[in-house]
């Protein structure tokens, strides 16, 4: 499974890329304003930084200037994945950049019949949203079973990835592991939280108590 970070912010992002667990990034406009900083210098940056896939997503509502936002953001670095909105318009530009051989991730997927259109128009990544779900009372992860399911019945032409998107806390991503997504989004602090455990902190704690009495060192 590939670990993607969702944020735009860059010394969060230097310091996930220092762990080596880090396959990619993803943005969104809320993220980028979030920074306050410019867009297209901000994933030229985020590009250097990591060599996976760094989603930034167009913001025109019509496809003919949707293609033309993606190729200006896909001119940015060769590891932009063009992020496209799941409408008929987003749709229609997903075919026109993957046609063309750009990375394309297809956002703000809440259906099965959606997850199966991006696939058709060719999207390199599909992004179902789990949490936004949930806090509508649906089943995020309902969703990401359904579209693993469909995407499997026709391995030979529906090659898109499913990148679980909007993710909340660390059930989501076992969950997510457990269907067998191929990739998930998490938020810095969620990430943090995968690797933390008390019962890990407190058995270290006494290892080097005990560590500490024998006065001796390793180096
Ligand atoms: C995905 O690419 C989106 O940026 C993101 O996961 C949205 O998450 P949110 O629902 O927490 O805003």
């Known amino acids: 499974m590939k670990f993607f970070v969702d944020t735009a912010n860059i010394e969060e992002i230097q310091e996930l890329e220092a762990t080596g667990l880090l396959d990619g990034v993803t943005t969104n406009p809320s993220l980028i304003a979030k920074t306050g900083n410019d867009f297209k210098e901000t994933i030229a940056s985020i590009c250097k930084i990591v060599s996976g896939p760094v989603s930034a997503e167009v913001t025109a509502t019509d496809s003919e200037n949707m293609i033309i936002e993606g190729k200006r953001l896909g001119e940015i670095a060769t590891n932009v994945c063009i992020k496209v909105p799941l409408t008929l318009d987003g749709l229609k530009a997903c075919k026109s950049l993957s046609s063309e051989g750009f990375q394309v991730n297809v956002t703000l997927c809440f259906s099965p019949s959606q997850a199966l259109l991006a696939a058709k128009a060719g999207a390199t990544f599909i992004s ?92």
């Open 128 to 219: 179902p949203f789990v949490g936004r779900l949930d806090d509508i009372s649906i089943d995020g992860m309902g969703l990401i079973d359904e579209i693993m399911t469909i995407y499997s019945n026709y391995p030979d032409t529906l090659k898109t990835e499913v990148l679980v998107a909007s993710v909340r806390h660390p059930l989501h991503v076992v969950e997510a592991a457990k269907l067998g997504a191929d990739v998930i989004t998490v938020p810095p602090k969620v990430l943090k939280m995968l690797v933390s455990h008390p019962l890990t902190d407190k058995g270290l704690a006494s290892f080097l108590e005990d560590w500490e009495k024998t006065g001796q060192k390793i180096l």
